[in-house]
């Protein structure tokens, strides 16, 4: 195929996987998928704000230009938590939710992701994603599922809700109105809870949030009809075929949702990356980040032309397709004509559903973004890392969520800088239990005891660039080791762990090895990389330091340092070091064969 013609139209890259058997395949995935996002779409749409056939509406053409017009073989686009989270803190500030002004919003909202996301795709700037770190990710997922639950107590218990739906304006409201709570709301809210989990545990192949609606509506249905109590719904969806809309054009509205469009866009990119990456580590599949970026892109534009509220790739729905055999994105493509015909059979039946189980589904996915594994996982690497996800965790629940994925990021640039600038440097010493030279950090000697260090030659190793933000860190630490007791005049930097060095860096090893010079000793290197030995080359600073006094290897720095040293003190230690301590007589000299 022309090269133009796979970028204008990239599903016929794949169109050679489509067989009979793939089709198969192909079509059960789909009709799996239809049943999965059906009571999905339509509790994300309720958390968004908005009447729940949009988020249904969401999962028909979107899914289609998503999977056509992007690289991944098994991602499903469509409505998703964390993204009607967004819509609905973002927007609820400034229009009432379910009123046409919101509704306008949304729509101009998802035309304006749709752009920046086919911009930056077009652009080729799909590698933005990873400045989002797993940590940050993470927070603000498990953020973002207390504020569901916060937001869905209302509704659950057939109370008030809390308008600005803020983490704290729900909470208390909740605990202003916990006496009103409407018992037969709850039960229907508590059936619908134990129906679904006891359906994931015993049916795992039936999708189990389906199952809950099912009978929580039942359940409900049968409330009224036995004239014990009538229960809210959500009332009949207008029509199953998503109808034409048109998003709004004025500047002034571009301009007040642009903080929110780009806040958006990055959570939607990285839900669906991510969503796509963790698939395709499981099929063997090349994802092409700047693809996805155009797909995604193109699919939220489709969206606000066809009644659709902002959507992304959604990693539930992802994992569900993969596991049912999906085999090419032809399985989003036949799940959007499943869902459609769903919907033709079941409008009617949408008037019976409560909120309180569309507050028990979204209890249930809530939950599920709090990943406690991972939590756990990320306290136990180290403090930068567990202070990050808190900061994220914290930014989600107390401040606007456009505006908490960037603390978090932030947050974790911070937490990256800091590394970078305060290069780790251990003093090492020679492991008597190796025959090699082999060197290990004195402080995790461990059960080897403390190692004997040489009382003239300080081993240093340094991990880590040498930048001019790392500069004033490494002298800092010279300078106390210069200053110590234990303070030795000669020094070998092992620079195996510096991958780049700049001129203030440069400068730095120059002036270290005047200071050595002035101290009676010097300053030595060895196992240098061959970029950094060529700054330093081009620099000047190799005559500065010496070459004699550069070394590519440990064995070959030891053995050219080791004459060098005083050999008065060798032979007052009675410690051996070196090889070369126990191959020399005491006096220094060399130890023959007889």
């Known amino acids: 195929m022309p090269p133009l013609a796979l970028r204008l139209f990239p599903f016929l890259a794949w169109r050679h996987r489509v067989t009979a058997a793939t089709l198969r395949a192909d079509l059960l995935a789909g009709l799996l998928g239809a049943l999965i996002v059906l009571p999905q779409g339509v509790a994300y749409a309720t958390l968004a704000g908005l009447p729940p056939q949009y988020g249904l509406y969401g999962a028909m053409l979107p899914a289609v230009v998503g999977a056509l017009w992007g690289s991944s073989w098994h991602l499903v686009s469509g409505p998703t938590n964390a993204t009607s989270l967004m819509v609905s803190a973002s927007l609820g ?100 809870l134990i129906a679904s ?49 048109l998003p709004e054009f004025s500047g002034e509205t571009w301009r007040m949702l642009a903080p929110i469009a780009f806040a958006l866009t990055v959570i939607g990119l990285t839900e669906a990356v991510a969503s796509a990456r963790a698939v395709a580590a499981r099929s063997g599949q090349r994802i092409d980040g700047n693809q996805e970026f155009v797909g995604q892109g193109m699919a939220n534009i489709a969206g606000a032309f066809t009644s659709s509220y902002p959507t992304s790739g ?118 008597p239990a190796s025959p090699r030279r082999r060197f290990i950090p004195v402080a995790a000697s461990g059960s080897l005891g403390r190692l004997t260090e040489c009382p003239q030659l300080a081993l240093l190793r340094v991990d880590g660039s040498l930048f001019f933000g790392a500069v004033d860190h490494v002298k800092d630490e010279l300078d106390t080791m210069r200053t110590s007791a234990s303070a030795r005049p000669h020094v070998l930097l092992i620079g195996s762990g510096i991958n780049f060095i700049d001129v203030a860096g440069a400068e730095l090893l120059a002036q270290e090895a005047d200071a050595q010079r002035a101290a009676g000793g010097a300053l030595y290197l060895c196992n240098m990389k061959p970029t950094v030995v060529e700054v330093l080359e081009r620099a000047g600073i190799v005559d500065r330091i010496g070459r004699d006094r550069i070394f590519a290897t440990k064995d070959e720095a030891i053995r050219g340092i080791y004459p060098r040293l005083n050999s008065a003190i060798c032979q007052a230690s009675t410690a051996r070091i070196f090889i070369e301590c126990q191959t020399h007589l005491p006096d220094g000299r060399p130890r023959h064969a007889d």
């Open 314 to 431: 959604s990693f539930n729905r992802t994992g569900a397709n993969f596991e049912a055999g999906a085999k090419t994105p032809l399985a989003a493509v036949f799940s959007a004509g499943f869902l459609l015909v769903v919907l033709l059979l079941v409008t009617p039946l949408a008037a019976y559903l409560p909120f309180a189980v569309m507050a028990a589904l979204l209890l249930i996915i809530a939950w599920g973004l709090i990943d406690l594994t991972r939590i756990r996982e990320i306290a136990r690497i180290g403090r930068s890392e567990a202070l990050v996800l808190a900061v994220t965790f914290l930014a989600t629940l107390f401040v606007q969520l456009d505006f908490a994925i960037l603390v978090g990021v932030l947050c974790s640039l911070f937490a990256y800088l800091n590394r970078t600038t305060h290069p780790a440097i251990h003093a090492v010493a020679p492991d």
């Open 93 to 192: 500030a400034l229009a009432l939710p379910f009123s046409p002004e919101y509704l306008r919003l949304a729509l101009t909202l998802g035309l304006m992701i749709g752009l920046i996301k086919l911009a930056l795709g077009l652009a080729r700037l799909g590698a933005l994603v990873n400045f989002i770190s797993t940590t940050v990710v993470i927070g603000f997922t498990a953020g973002a599922g207390l504020l569901i639950i916060a937001a869905q107590l209302a509704n659950f218990f057939g109370l008030p809700a809390a308008h600005p739906a803020s983490f704290v304006n729900a909470l208390a409201s909740f605990a202003r109105h916990a006496t009103e709570v409407d018992r037969w709301t709850a039960a229907v809210g508590v059936v619908t």
């Open 197 to 245: 989990l006891a359906s994931r545990r015993v049916l795992p192949r039936v999708p189990y949030l389906l199952t809950g609606m099912v009978i929580g509506s039942v359940f409900a249905y049968a409330l009224a009809r036995a004239g014990i109590a009538q229960v809210a719904t959500i009332g009949p969806l207008p029509s199953a075929v998503p109808p034409l809309s």
